[in-house]
Structure formats: C-alpha cells, structure tokens
C-alpha cells in the first residue's frame, strides 16, 4: 500500500518561498512518476509539476514554469516542491500524488495514489 504524506504547506508573502515535502512509502514501482498537484476553492484540481523517479525528468505547468522546482531525494523516498517567487493565485490546498505505470499524464484522474494535502496561503 503506497502512502504519501505532505508537509511543509503555511502562510507567506507574495514574493516568498516555501518548499513543501512529500514522503513516499511503500512504493514498488520505482519507474513510475510523482507529481504535485494543487487545488484552489472552487476551482478544479491542476497540475503543478512531475518527476520521473528513475532518471529525474521534469514536467512543468505553465504557470509555474521558471518559479517552483521539483527533485526527489531517492535515500530518503521523499519527493521536494520548492517554490519561489510566490503569488496569491498560487494559493491552494497542495497534494502529492504517484502513478503506477510509467507515463508521464497531468489529468488528476489518471494518479492512483494521493496524500492529503497541505494548504500553501499566499497573502498579497
């Protein structure tokens, strides 16, 4: 059974930065992504930014492309999400989620496994 648990989620300017965490444990299918994913009141859940496991490819949304980073620390099972240059509209409840095949997808309905969240506030 994969659980993900995330951390790191607070309140911040706009301009700042924080680095939310996500532990992975009982996971087996070591070539299958992690992603982050973020859902704002109201708004549908998106995609934030993915990483393949083995290899360390990145994918990124649009939106943050150039402000958040994703790396995973393989010693440690945890997937990172810095993220700098803040904004209100990045405000939102953020999950970590895993695949369990190896293609790369950011339709939210196509990840199997899901924590539950940390809220990230950006005040203006």
């Known amino acids: 059974q994969v659980q993900l648990v995330e951390s790191g989620g607070g309140l911040v300017q706009a301009g700042g930065s924080l680095r939310l965490s996500c532990a992975v444990s009982?996971?087996?299918?070591?070539?299958?992504?992690m992603g982050w994913f973020r859902q704002a009141p109201g708004k549908e859940r998106e995609f934030v930014a993915a990483?393949?496991?083995?290899?360390?490819?990145?994918y990124y949304a649009d939106s943050v492309k150039g402000r958040f980073t994703i790396s995973r620390d393989m010693a440690k099972n945890t997937v990172l999400l810095q993220m700098n240059s803040l904004k209100p509209e990045d405000t939102a409840a953020y999950y970590c989620a895993a695949r369990d095949t190896t293609a790369v997808v950011f339709t939210p309905g196509a990840w199997t496994y899901w924590g539950q969240g940390t809220q990230v506030t950006v005040s203006s």
């Open positions: 009982g996971r087996t299918f070591s070539s299958a992504p």
């Open positions: 990483i393949r496991w083995t290899g360390g490819s990145t």
